[in-house]
C-alpha cells in the first residue's frame, strides 16, 4: 500500500527557511506518480503549493520563494521554502496521484500532515 510521510516542519522566524520532506513508501516508483503538496491554514481550505511529475508547478503565492525537487534513489520529494512568511502558517500535506492539479480530489494518497509555524 502506498503510503505518504512528511517530515520538516517547525516554528521559523519571518525571512526564515525549512526544507520539508515528503518519504514515498518503498516498493512504489516515484516516477509513476505525481506528487504534490498541500497546505491547510486555521478555518481555510485546503490549497495547492507545487507539484512535480515531468514538470513542476507552483502557486502564485509562493512562486520564487519555493522549489519542489525529486530524488528518486531516496523515493522522496522535497520543497525549500524560502522567505518565510506569517501567512505561510499552516499544516503541509504531501500527496501522490496520476497527474499534477490544484484539485485535491485528484490526489488518492496523502500523509499525515507537518506543522509549518512562521512567527516571531
Known amino acids: 500500500q502506498l503510503q505518504l510521510v512528511e517530515s520538516g516542519g517547525g516554528l521559523v522566524q519571518p525571512g526564515g527557511s525549512l526544507r520539508l520532506s515528503c518519504a514515498v513508501s518503498?516498493?512504489?516508483?516515484?516516477?509513476?506518480?505525481?506528487i504534490g503538496w498541500f497546505r491547510q491554514a486555521p478555518g481555510k481550505e485546503r490549497e495547492g503549493v507545487s507539484c512535480?511529475?515531468?514538470?513542476?508547478n507552483y502557486a502564485d503565492s509562493v512562486k520564487g520563494r519555493v522549489t519542489i525537487s525529486r530524488d528518486n534513489a531516496k523515493n522522496a520529494v522535497y520543497l525549500q521554502m524560502n522567505s518565510l512568511k506569517p501567512e505561510d502558517t499552516a499544516v503541509y500535506y504531501c500527496?501522490?496521484?496520476?497527474?499534477?492539479?490544484?484539485?485535491?480530489?485528484?490526489?488518492?494518497?496523502w500523509g499525515q500532515g507537518t506543522q509549518v509555524t512562521v512567527s516571531w
Open positions: 500527496a501522490a496521484g496520476p497527474i499534477c492539479s490544484w484539485y485535491t480530489g485528484d490526489f488518492a494518497t
Open positions: 518503498a516498493g512504489f516508483t516515484l516516477d509513476a506518480y505525481a
Open positions: 512535480i511529475s515531468s514538470s513542476t
